[in-house]
T-cell receptor, first 112, second 113 residues
Framework: EAQVTQNPRYLITVTGKKLTVTCSQNMNHEYMSWYRQDPGLGLRQIYY???????DKGDVPEGYKVSRKEKRNFPLILESPSPNQTSLYFCASSLTGASEAFFGQGTRLTVV | TQLLEQSPQFLSIQEGENLTVYCNSSSVFSSLQWYRQEPGEGPVLLVTVVTGGEVKKLKRLTFQFGDARKDSSLHITAAQPGDTGLYLC?????????????FGKGTLLTVNP
């Protein structure tokens, strides 16, 4: 079954404690991206990757890092989380940046 | 400025009613996608429209792409509680480098039994 898997689904952490949200896809897609979804602001792209070892900033990259060492994995790293990063995060993959996006189930992050 | 404006932002209707939601822009899009996001899940693609004036039907859902490829609409006939969810439009601007989708903020639809 084609899918994008994110972990964890829910995470509560404290300010400043580094965390990683994992994302894996089994569709051999070259393009992967991370979004955050906030009430009234919609889906905003954080980072994207067009291929292995190729990543670039989206619309709201501050406070986040990503890596793309393998085609299937695209982890999102928060080196020093802050409360304003409390949000619902989605990983997505697609053939190209403009083609159908397949989303993971989301990670609800709370930073206290 | 939001590139894709969706309206209404919220819509609450009774089962059996018809409804239309809109996705508008001042920019031309190569294509537009419609997604539905159910509570606790990620968005799932419903349809992609590519040609100006194109109409696509998916059971009780009818999607239309404007002639100028700047706007799109989603019409639902005889809405059912299972249609409840957040409806998102997304597109790639014409002339873009095929690397990014832009999403609207969505229309949150509630269909009451």
């Amino acid at each position: 079954e084609a899918q994008v898997t994110q972990n964890p689904r829910y995470l509560i952490t404290v300010t400043g404690k580094k965390l990683t949200v994992t994302c894996s896809q089994n569709m051999n897609h070259e393009y992967m991206s991370w979004y955050r979804q906030d009430p009234g602001l919609g889906l905003r792209q954080i980072y994207y990757s067009m291929n292995v070892e190729v990543t670039d900033k989206g619309d709201v990259p501050e406070g986040y890092k990503v890596s793309r060492k393998e085609k299937r994995n695209f982890p999102l790293i928060l080196e020093s989380p802050s409360p304003n990063q409390t949000s619902l995060y989605f990983c997505a993959s697609s053939l190209t940046g403009a083609s159908e996006a397949f989303f993971g189930q989301g990670t609800r992050l709370t930073v206290v | 400025t939001q590139l894709l404006e969706q309206s209404p932002q919220f819509l609450s209707i009774q089962e059996g009613e018809n409804l239309t939601v809109y996705c508008n822009s001042s920019s031309v899009f190569s294509s537009l996608q419609w997604y539905r996001q159910e509570p606790g899940e990620g968005p799932v693609l419903l349809v992609t429209v590519v040609t100006g004036g194109e109409v696509k039907k998916l059971k009780r859902l009818t999607f239309q792409f404007g002639d100028a490829r700047k706007d799109s609409s989603l019409h639902i006939t005889a809405a059912q509680p299972g249609d409840t969810g957040l409806y998102l439009c997304a597109g790639e601007r014409s002339g873009g480098s095929n690397y990014k989708l832009t999403f609207g903020k969505g229309t949150l639809l509630t269909v009451n039994p």
